[in-house]
DNA sequence: TCGCTTGGATACCGGCACTATCCAAAGGGG
DNA sequence: CCCCTTTGGATAGTGCCGGTATCCAAGCGA
């Protein structure tokens, strides 16, 4: 198919296509001639894996550009795409000398070295967790272990499920997508209903009617 | 105290400080001289809260701009204001005539019903929920009630734990950060945790040691 | 033949969150 | 009292990001 056809099947315009072309996000046509590439259905599947990571997932185009590496590295296991999607994903915070950041830090690692729980040290969401720790002692809110019991299970539970459903007997490609909706897509979901669950809190706690 | 005071305190330049009083975020400090004005506790109090939801939640400055004014208007119940930071929070998408969409945002609604959940038609979760939909299906990977069950069940129970742990006897500034902390803030907190269980989850599936 | 599409390159744009500068008017230490 | 610094307030500029727009020469196709 020409790159109109791949524009109106992804929906995203001719210019985006080229755009994610250039990032290095989606290969190029094979050459028909100086003026005609032929793109096929596996163009069309990255397209809407591109569309799927930054609409829904929220990612910046640099970090999927390193998840398209990643995933075209056929040396690389799927646990090593898992780190590199984490590592994308970020947050990327140079660790501050602030000793409030650093315990808070320390914090992180007890509780997962207490959950024994498999974790690189390097893992961006250890900051993610060790920022939120920062920002709610400095607001007067301090968080304890036993305030974390709640989250810990919910969180171990659903990666287990999610992990669980990734299809392992599939093509590569296909096992590929399945990890990135499990962790990218599927954090979406998480989040969305959580939002939906606190306002029905909310609305029984606090609502008039 | 005087503003470079109130920078050193909170961390933030003297010239997001200014920034901030320009976008409505922080009220002025009270005027002592034509070149001189009075800044207290409210102010870094303020400003500590704009930093964690800028830098932890990563809310836009507009976003923060809309709660601000529901928390300063006091004729705003805690569960308004509630709804003010979930829809202040997004996405804001006009939703297409697509018709895909438009099926997934009937799944959403009926499942919000079918669980008897309390929630606002015009809830940008239920927006953020369908998107997904959208582009699991069109990923190929459907989805089913049953696969929400988990996370229902997780939402749930954390939503549960965050809005009781709502302080509600105590000032109305200090319940409102209460509030915005257990929304905003745990959400962070959740989406660490589940990062972190999914990279274990993943390395006890997929990893090599 | 003639208009439309394409590949490829380059330039440009709009939104966002600051950041820099400038000015006049105070402080305030020596 | 002098002079250096700080401040309030306004205006302009910056850097990043994710596209868009434009242009050109070279096909393609009716």
Redesign the interface.
Known sequence: MQISELSDRSGLTVQTIKFYIREGLLPRGSAVSATRSEYDRRHL?RL??I??LR??GDLPVAAIQQIITAIEDDTV???EL??TT?YA?GPHVAAPQDPNWRAAREDVDAL?RE?G????ER?P??D??A??FV??R????P?TLT??R?????????????????TDGASRARTV??LL?S?V????????????????????????G
Chains 1, 2 share one sequence.
């Open positions: 599947e809407r894996l569309s799927a609409e829904v296991s799927l646990h898992f780190g984490q994903i997962v959950l729980w498999n974790v690189t893992a969401a250890r993610l967790l920022h939120t920002a709610l400095r607001l007067g809110f968080i305030d974390l709640p989250y810990v299970r919910a969180a171990r539970e659903v990666a287990e499920h999610e992990i669980g459903r990734v997508h399945s909706v962790t897509l599927y954090e979406q979901v998480l989040t969305a209903l959580h939002r939906l669950a606190q306002e029905d809190a909310s609305a029984r706690r606090f609502g008039t």
